[in-house]
């Protein structure tokens, strides 16, 4: 047991740190844009469920490949908060307020509404690209899947679970939402799984950029010194 708390407090550790004071503080206003997101997928899949509404929700939300390039563009936004209607609501409105709120105290709202985006349209033009390389290609898509409606927020959820547990020393658990997502490929390969490890990859470029140019600057500090890199 000690092991495990141990390993559990270095996991999380910086995680919990960080989340804790600012909830304790200020509890539901500390996570205004989760709260908002939560009300706002809420409401979308109420009215989606509506015979007057279906027809709204998907001219204003629904993403698809088979779409103009402008018109998926203008969409995109708002299919951040249109969830799936063959899965529980439920579900994904506790994945959104659960990561959305951890990031959002983590990394502040602007930065997580980029990053969710980042990793939404990363899916979506991932979309076009494997339907262009077509289903014998091991990155490609049939053409039918040209048709079927972008992920909503789970592509969002997933590349900010993995970007905080990049950014947060969380490296096991980012590590388990990586491998079940190649998972989710393996079993069943589908749009969705590829769009999400298409924002998984956005989400990787991301956190690899600031690390070459640490790199970069230690390696260039090194060579400036007369001394090898390491040696001062």
């Known amino acids: 047991m000690k092991t495990l708390a141990r390993w559990a407090r270095a996991e999380w ?32 899949h109420v009215v989606h469920n509506q015979s007057w ?3 709204f929700v998907q001219d204003v939300g629904a993403v698809r490949a088979a779409d103009p390039l402008w018109l998926a563009l203008l969409r ?34 602007w930065r997580t509404l980029a990053l969710a985006y980042a990793a939404t349209l ?3 033009l991932y979309a076009r690209v494997g339907i262009w390389l077509g289903p014998d290609s091991p990155l490609g898509l049939s053409a039918s899947e040209a048709h079927v409606v972008d ?38 390969e589908n749009l969705a ?9 956005a989400m990787l470029v991301l956190c690899g950029i600031p690390a070459a140019r640490r790199r970069r600057a230690r390696q ?3 060579s400036g010194s007369g001394l090898p890199p390491g040696v001062s």
């Open 76 to 109: 995109t936004p708002l299919s951040l908060f249109v969830p799936a209607l063959d899965l529980p609501v439920w579900g994904a409105l506790a994945q959104i307020l659960f990561v959305f709120g951890i990031a959002e105290i983590c990394l502040g709202r």
């Open 193 to 201: 799984g590829k769009e999400h490890l298409a924002a998984i990859a």
């Open 53 to 55: 509404g279906y027809d």
């Open 151 to 188: 992920t909503g927020p789970s592509a969002a959820v997933v590349g900010l679970a993995v970007f905080l547990g990049l950014r947060y020393g969380a490296r096991v658990t980012a590590g388990a939402v990586m491998a079940s997502m190649v998972a989710e490929v393996l079993v069943k």
């Open 220 to 222: 260039e500090a090194g």
């Open 13 to 44: 550790g910086p995680l919990y740190v960080t989340v804790r004071g600012p909830l304790l503080r200020r509890r539901w206003r500390a996570v205004p844009l989760a709260v908002t997101a939560v009300g706002l997928t809420a409401a979308l």
């Open 122 to 124: 990363a899916g979506t």
